[in-house]
């Protein structure tokens, strides 16, 4: 009893449960608590949030002998499941090797083993442990698990990671291994189309054995959808499934309401706003939003970062993480404890920098912390959410006959929608040579991600480049599966692939530098660019875009109102090609963009970012106030 009394005081176990901790310590120690009971027993002290304690009673259990393999192989494996949630991965993954020391073809082991390795890092391990369970050929054990489902697990975490590493033609081929054997897993669907898309295999839309194109569209993700329709009614649909299956509906009153909420928000005269991200690092988000963090008026504003944002150490995260009065890592903490920290600290004001893309946590949302909740930045289209009701915008990017598409309120910012960052560094200026550009002809550039890509956009882009002779494209590098398709897609068109330059990722200094070299940035359409667009104003190179009909294919027509440029924006692909092919068979005209971009663009309405903080702010006001009062 004394040693269970030690372990107890050593793992904080609550006093009220103190005398069944103690005496269950006692009874898995002598060898009297059948399976079933610690089983049953651990799965409490998980509910209660003691994993460090139900972790000990299963190791407790596990030292004394006697006990028969196949009880010995379910307390292994669960003991295991225990470690790994409470985060001691290297345990689990010697936990998981004892249990396949008794049975090596226990594939939830082997499963779970894959997991702890990718916790710590050791992909080519993990992958190979998912591997043993998909590509083993005799018979699986599995406790009460269906061995189909277990190998599309087992296929779908090594797609997952190899997506994760940037190996989109092995990941892809899993995918389509998965569908195989069980055709109606939307997620895996939905990555299915997405990893198309980022290799530039057109069409997008393949199907294959029982995989319809009617399935592939409809598990498409939200992200995806804007780089595939302009339609905004297709849009609000991607959204509305995404919220149907993955959005919790809380049953209780709004978190803002409860009494601890409403008086924390009364302490004190300033507004607070709360910041919710996992993008403050180096992301577009963060690069976009270092200035408006420090430029928010502390006089009236109380500034805070609710963020699970990865430590990346740069820099720009040094930077971010000094710009908040207070930083709220919650990384560990679920969505419901999220949401009541937030309540709890009284914002008046919660800006959601993330909308339903990669990380995002929507369910904080839901649960309302916050009384006035607002959409900004992180997703450039309507996210149907429940709780928020108002989105960031200006009349260029939401004209009157999006709203119905819209489940968000605009707040209308007068000049523009996007805020900026005037301190960006710059590296030294590169010459045409570096980058194997020639010297003499005219430089079209596309620098956006390779997944906002599509087949007419790039079909347009050929037939400029045939228009225009001797130009040639320059197009970020992102993978040698986009390159290659990329070529062949121009082959196809008629124009030599050689005509096609690829440039390398490079360090945001040197990204940003290199914009000084082409003639004319084309946009891609629907998905326009957004921090691009941004960067390569600022640099002083001149965009031409394309105007749709939802907000996400019009945030470059808004930035190049603001900053004065509106001819840059047509409104149909042929205007597009016109344009383009009239701006690159007069040179004279970029050259004359570019001087009014070095004179007047820095000083345009675009990146007068005191202003558009004030306007934010203003607005931001406003609605608290109406909810105060």
Not at 472 to 484: G, I, P
Not at 618 to 628: C, I, P
Request: aromatic residues 8%.
């Amino acid at each position: 009893m004394d040693s269970a009394a030690n372990r107890m005081q050593t793992l904080s176990v609550p006093a009220e449960l103190a005398q069944e901790w103690a005496l269950l310590l006692q009874r898995a120690g002598e060898g009297s608590l059948p399976l079933p009971e610690l089983m049953d027993r651990a799965n409490f002290l998980q509910n209660r949030q003691l994993g460090q304690a139900a972790a000990a009673l299963y190791e407790t259990w596990l030292s004394v002998e006697g006990h028969p393999p196949a009880s010995r192989l379910v307390a292994l494996y669960n003991w295991g499941t225990v470690l790994g949630n409470i985060q001691q991965h290297q345990q689990a993954e010697q936990v998981y090797q004892q249990a396949l020391a008794i049975s090596p073809s226990f594939a939830q082991a082997r499963l779970n083993l894959g997991h702890q390795l990718e916790h710590q890092q050791r992909v080519d391990e993990a992958l190979a442990a998912w591997r043993s369970v998909y590509d083993h050929e005799g018979p699986m054990e599995a406790l009460g698990a269906d061995l189909l489902g277990l190998r599309t697990h087992a296929l779908n975490n090594a797609a997952r990671l190899l997506e994760l590493q940037r190996r989109y033609e092995e990941s892809e081929a899993l995918m389509v291994r998965s569908l195989t054997l069980k055709p109606d897993q939307t997620d895996v669907m939905q990555h299915y189309v997405h990893i198309r898309q980022k290799q530039c295999k057109w069409p997008v839309y393949q199907p294959f054995g029982e995989v319809t194109h009617n399935a592939l569209l409809l598990a498409t993700s939200l992200l995806a959808t804007l780089s595939a329709t302009d339609d905004p009614a297709l849009q609000m649909g991607a959204a509305q499934r995404f919220v149907y299956e993955k959005v919790t509906r809380p049953k209780e009153a709004p978190l803002w309401r409860h009494p601890a909420s409403v008086a924390a928000r009364q302490q004190g005269g300033k507004i607070r706003i709360g910041y919710l991200s996992g993008d403050l690092c180096m992301h577009a988000v963060g690069l976009l939003t270092a200035e408006l963090y420090e430029l928010h008026d502390r006089e009236k504003f109380e500034i805070h970062a609710f963020c699970w944002s990865r430590e990346d150490g740069t820099p720009l995260r040094h930077r971010l993480l000094k710009s908040f009065d207070k930083v709220w890592r919650i990384n560990a903490m679920d969505d419901t404890n999220a949401a009541k920290l937030i309540a709890q600290t009284g914002i008046d004001v919660l800006v959601d920098l993330q909308g339903l893309t990669s990380g995002a946590r929507p369910n904080i949302l839901a649960y309302r912390p916050a009384p006035v909740q607002v959409s900004y930045l992180g997703l450039p289209a309507t996210s149907l959410l429940p709780g928020v009701d108002w989105i960031l915008a200006d009349r260029f990017t939401m004209p009157p006959e999006y709203l119905p598409y819209c489940s968000e309120k605009p707040i209308y910012l007068p000049h523009c929608y996007q805020v900026s960052d005037r301190q960006r560094e710059v590296g030294a200026m590169p010459t045409r040579a570096q980058y194997e550009l020639p010297e003499d002809a005219f430089v079209f550039c596309s620098f956006n991600n390779n997944h906002k890509m599509n087949a007419e956009m790039f079909g347009a882009w050929m037939r400029i480049l045939l228009a225009v002779p001797g130009s040639v494209l320059w197009l970020l590098a992102d993978n040698d599966w986009a390159k290659a398709n990329l070529r062949r897609e121009a082959e196809a068109a008629g124009v030599d692939p050689s005509r096609l330059i690829f440039a390398p990722r490079v360090a945001p200094p040197d990204y940003l530098a290199r914009f000084t070299l082409p003639d004319l940035v084309l946009d891609t359409f629907p998905y326009n660019a957004g921090t691009t667009a941004s960067d390569c104003l600022w640099m002083g190179t001149p965009i031409l875009t394309r105007s749709g009909r939802s907000y996400i294919s019009r945030m470059c027509g808004s930035l190049l109102t603001a900053v004065g440029l509106p001819d840059l924006i047509t409104f149909s692909l042929a205007e597009y090609e016109q344009r383009a092919i009239q701006i690159g068979q007069n040179p004279g005209r970029a050259r004359s963009y570019k001087r009014y971009l070095r004179d007047e663009g820095r000083r345009s309405q675009l990146f007068n970012m005191p202003q558009i903080v004030r306007d934010i702010e203003r607005e931001f006001e406003q609605l608290t106030l109406a909810h105060r009062a």
